[in-house]
Every structure is written in C-alpha cells, then in structure tokens.
T-cell receptor, first 115, second 112 residues
Framework: GAVVSQHPSWVICKSGTSVKIECRSL??????MFWYRQFPKQSLMLMAT?????????EQGVEKDKFLINHASLTLSTLTVTSAHPEDSSFYIC???????????FGPGTRLTVT | SQQGEEDPQALSIQEGENATMNCSYK?????LQWYRQNSGRGLVHLIL?????REKHSGRLRVTLDTSKKSSSLLITASRAADTASYFC????????????FGAGTRLAVHP
C-alpha cells in the first residue's frame, strides 16, 4: 500500500488565492521530504527540500515566498502556493526517503489548476 | 535542475519485445535509480545501482551503469502492455542527503 499520501489529489482555485498541499508519511518518520513539480509530458523538477524543524532549502529559481514549505512534524510537510496564478498550474509531487536507503517513496501527486 | 537526458523520448513496441532506455548524466554520482510513473500518478521505485556497480538485475529489468561515460541503460525484457508508463532515471549525488535529480524520461507504449 501507499506509504506517502498527498492531499488533496486535485484542486482548482482562482487566481490570487492560496492553496495548501499536504504530504504525509504513513507508518514511518521523515525528517526530510522533497517537493517536485511536473508539467505535462515533462520530467520532475525538484523545487525544495523540506526539513523537519528547520527552514526548507529551495532550488535555484524557486521563489521561497511563493512556495511556502512547512515541515511541522516528522510525518507531515505542507506546500502552500501563495497568490496562485495560472502559470502555477502543475502536478506537484512529494517524496520521502526510505529509512537507511537512498530510495524514495513518492506521493500520488496533486494536480493544481489555477483559473 | 535536470541532471541529463534520456533517450529515446518515446518508445513504441509490441508485447513480447524488449525495451531499452538510456540515460546520461553530468556530475559524479553516489547511485542512480530508475523510477516508473503511470500517467497522472506518483512514481514507483524500480531499481537502484550504486556507482561501483556495473550491472544489476531485478526480475525482467536489467540496469547497466557506465560511470566513465556517465550513462545508464534500463532494459525491460518480454514487455507487457502493463509496462506502458513513463520511465525516469534519477541520480543521487554524494553528500546530497537523498536529493534526487531526474532525467527527462522515456514514455514507453507497449501494444498488445
């Protein structure tokens, strides 16, 4: 079964509003989680590394004030897209490393559509 | 940022045939992983090969790694329609605390 969940699985919002996406690790703790975005028929682009109890680390070119990340517990990271615009429409995926391994568990993704 | 390219970008084959996908990367790596993504879904880990390994097998999957050429290949033997998906390589860098950088991906279509 799924070991990383995301909520919601899809969301439609109006331009200018904020949207929060949750990523949960099920039955295991994740001090680190990763957030990716994926455009249709393209690859995953790493946006940021979410660190439990400390600030997220953003990849070059990703606006930290626009994509707010909070990793408040060992099983939950949230990504908030602030003042969303149509160009933010994308598929957002989170992942968490498997313990003592380099493998990652991926969430099922959240499709965001900004109208 | 993306680590490198994958080719082909798309591959269409018949059931029973083998499918080979290639991946190139740019920097030194700790390991390279292959993931599968069904349309509109999350990714599923397939296989990991460490930088000191040259070949690895898992069921119908065979992965090779050539660190001198900074390239890897994924071979799926005796393909099935259920193998239809996008396949991505991802590299883990040394000291990267599990951060993965993905290749462009190959969209595989297996026709019955």
């Amino acid at each position: 079964g799924a070991v990383v969940s995301q909520h919601p699985s899809w969301v439609i919002c109006k331009s200018g509003t904020s949207v929060k996406i949750e990523c949960r690790s099920l039955d295991f703790q994740a001090t680190t989680m990763f957030w990716y975005r994926q455009f249709p028929k393209q690859s995953l682009m790493l946006m940021a590394t979410s660190n439990e109890g400390s600030k997220a680390t953003y990849e070059q070119g990703v606006e930290k004030d626009k994509f707010l990340i909070n990793h408040a517990s060992l099983t939950l990271s949230t990504l908030t897209v602030t003042s969303a615009h149509p160009e933010d429409s994308s598929f957002y995926i989170c992942s968490a490393p498997r313990q003592s391994s380099y493998e990652q568990y991926f969430g099922p993704g959240t499709r965001l559509t900004v109208t | 940022s993306q680590q490198g390219e994958e080719d082909p970008q798309a591959l269409s084959i018949q059931e029973g045939e083998n499918a080979t996908m290639n991946c190139s990367y740019k920097t030194s790596i700790n390991n390279l992983q292959w993931y599968r993504q069904n349309s509109g879904r999350g990714l599923v880990h397939l296989i990991l090969i460490r930088s000191n390994e040259r070949e690895k097998h898992s069921g119908r999957l065979r992965v090779t790694l050539d660190t001198s050429k900074k390239s890897s290949s994924l071979l799926i033997t005796a393909s099935r329609a259920a193998d239809t998906a996008s396949y991505f390589c991802a590299t883990a860098l040394f000291g990267g605390y599990n951060k993965l950088i993905f290749g462009a991906g190959t969209r595989l279509a297996v026709h019955p």
